[in-house]
């Protein structure tokens, strides 16, 4: 890769101490970065900026500074062009973030001299249906949850899978979730761990109102159908835990595997499994 796009996250005054030696190690070994326009002003070199049409134009990968969350949401916006993403942690550690800052520079000589795979992530397409309309679309890597707000009582779900009745979930609310998605709020709801690799869709209920209820593994191919039936006080739709719309009773909530993947570059050797125990051993530290 010689031309690279870079998104950082803002809040994080790291990321651009990192972000301006990046663009000095690229372009020392002959590579050309860009930034959305409002990374490019914040970095102080406007004349790097190009337009989300651009990107895909003009750039061969991403690389993401910033954590998990900055990287669910670059995903969501240029899985769509096809682009693969090089994750920088700067927070603690996560699941998808592929390198610390530490390795950069040594990442980076692996990105430009083409040493590198990439690992394909399912994502999931969720469409919001209100009286036979569709109002909204989006995409996903990590989950699609309908959850009752703070005040709201129990809230009742409806699901159908390939067009047959499920069951009807008094519930808290309910996730559907892909395997990148099993380490995150499902794991919480009791949801079990997934290679992230394999390609199907969980059904995780949020605190189910009932004895019986338990999380449900479907195939990729499977269609959700989920209607919300009542709602005493406010029930949301949130995508990846970022970007929310509040729902209406009698709303249909649509999730099917997305058309498109993301694309995750992987440098290092590092694996599922020993990033797991990592991760576990600093929640039970209280460090997570």
């Not at 008094?170 to 997934?194: C, E, F, K, Q, R």
């Not at 990033?275 to 576990?280: A, S, T, V």
Request: glycine letters at 10%; proline letters at 6%; aromatic letters at 4%.
């Amino acid at each position: 890769m010689k031309s690279l796009a870079l998104v950082l996250n803002p809040e994080k005054q790291r990321a651009f101490t990192i972000a301006h030696e990046l663009i000095g190690c690229v372009e020392k070994m002959g590579g050309k970065v860009y930034l959305a326009a409002s990374y490019a002003v914040l970095l102080g070199c406007p004349e790097r900026g190009i337009s989300p049409e651009e990107m895909g134009e003009k750039v061969e990968g991403v690389v993401v500074i910033g954590g998990d969350g900055t990287l669910l949401a670059t995903a969501r916006e240029v899985a769509p062009l096809g682009l693969p993403l090089l994750g920088v942690n700067v927070g603690q550690l996560g699941f998808l973030t592929e390198i610390e800052a530490p390795d950069l520079r040594e990442a980076l000589h692996k990105l430009m001299h083409n040493s590198y795979r990439i690992e394909e992530r399912m994502m999931l397409h969720t469409a919001v249906v209100r009286e036979g309309r569709v109002l909204e679309e989006y995409i996903c890597l990590n989950d699609a949850v309908i959850a009752k707000g703070a005040f709201a009582r129990v809230i009742h779900l409806e699901a159908w899978v390939d067009g047959q009745y499920l069951d009807t979930y008094p519930a808290d609310g309910l996730i559907i979730a892909t395997p990148t998605g099993s380490t995150a709020y499902s794991l919480s709801a009791g949801g079990p761990l997934v290679v992230p690799d394999l390609e199907l869709i969980l059904l995780t209920p949020i605190c189910p109102h009932t004895l019986y209820s338990r999380p449900l593994i479907l195939p990729a191919a499977s269609s959700v159908r989920v209607k919300l039936l009542s709602s005493p006080g406010e029930v949301t739709l949130t995508l990846d835990g970022q970007h929310g719309l509040s729902l209406q009773p009698g709303d249909e909530v649509l999730v099917k595997r997305a058309e498109v993947k993301t694309r995750l570059v992987k440098i290092n050797d590092r694996n599922f499994f020993g990033i797991l125990r990592e991760k576990m051993k600093k929640e039970d530290r209280g460090i997570g």
